[in-house]
């Protein structure tokens, strides 16, 4: 199994609604990646987890959330969001977070999120 | 800050002939970059990859060149066909930290 999985494939949200992102691979990777990309934008690292712990946060909000509760999952929790918080999330996940097997990094399809 | 360049939105090139996207990088300590390919509707898929130790690396019709000189590098791809139309993306790093992105090329290769 080569695939890193995500659902839903589109979510249409209110600003006031609390919703889940959900991202899944079943390949032993260990680092696991939020990115999100805006239309016509290169994607823009969000959340990185490494062994299921926290390793970087690139000052990102807080009404993004991410859980990683074991190694083959991993969740963005939204709360609160904002109109231009619409874009595509795309879940990425790779060997490791050093060293070799880092780079190559297996993306999702991603989820197509709109805030009304 | 856009340390990863590519400066042609997009490229059409006929069926058979050779595809030459290109990418330019600012910052000298990124050590190894990567080309994805993004369908529609689809996450961006790895393609290939060059560690800054090397100027060349080859995998069937995909051939990566860097010029660290130059802060350069290109894919190339030949011949092409149609199914290579898509979006590539150039995709830099440096020590093991967080990838950077361009902004993409649209290649659309003519039957």
């Known amino acids: 199994d080569t695939e890193v999985t995500q659902t839903p494939k589109h979510l249409v949200m209110g600003m006031t609604n609390k919703k889940s992102l959900k991202c899944e691979q079943h390949m032993g990777h260990r680092a696991m990646y939020w990115y999100k990309q805006k239309a016509k934008k290169p994607p823009e690292l969000m959340f990185v987890?490494?062994?299921?712990?926290?390793?970087i946060n690139e000052s990102v909000p807080s009404r993004f959330s991410p859980e990683c509760p074991n190694s083959s999952l991993l969740n963005l929790h939204l709360h609160a969001l904002q109109p231009e918080d619409s874009a595509l999330y795309l879940c990425a996940s790779s060997q490791a977070l050093a060293g070799a097997g880092y780079n190559e990094q297996f993306f999702g399809p991603g989820t197509r999120l709109t805030v009304l | 800050d856009q340390q990863v360049k590519q400066n042609s939105p997009s490229l059409s090139v006929q069926e058979g002939r050779i595809s030459i996207l290109n990418c330019d990088y600012t910052?000298?300590?990124?050590?190894?970059f990567l080309w994805y390919k993004k369908y529609p509707a689809e996450g961006p898929t790895f393609l290939i990859s060059?560690?800054?130790?090397?100027d060349k690396n080859e995998d069937g019709r995909f051939t990566v060149f860097l010029n660290k000189s130059a802060k350069h590098l290109s894919l190339h791809i030949v011949p092409s066909q149609p199914g290579d139309s898509a979006v590539y993306f150039c995709a830099a790093s440096f020590n093991n930290n967080d990838m950077r992105f361009g902004a993409g090329t649209r290649l659309t290769v003519k039957p």
């Open positions: 987890y490494s062994y299921e712990k926290l390793s």
């Open positions: 060059i560690s800054s130790i090397k």
């Open positions: 910052n000298s300590m990124f050590d190894y």
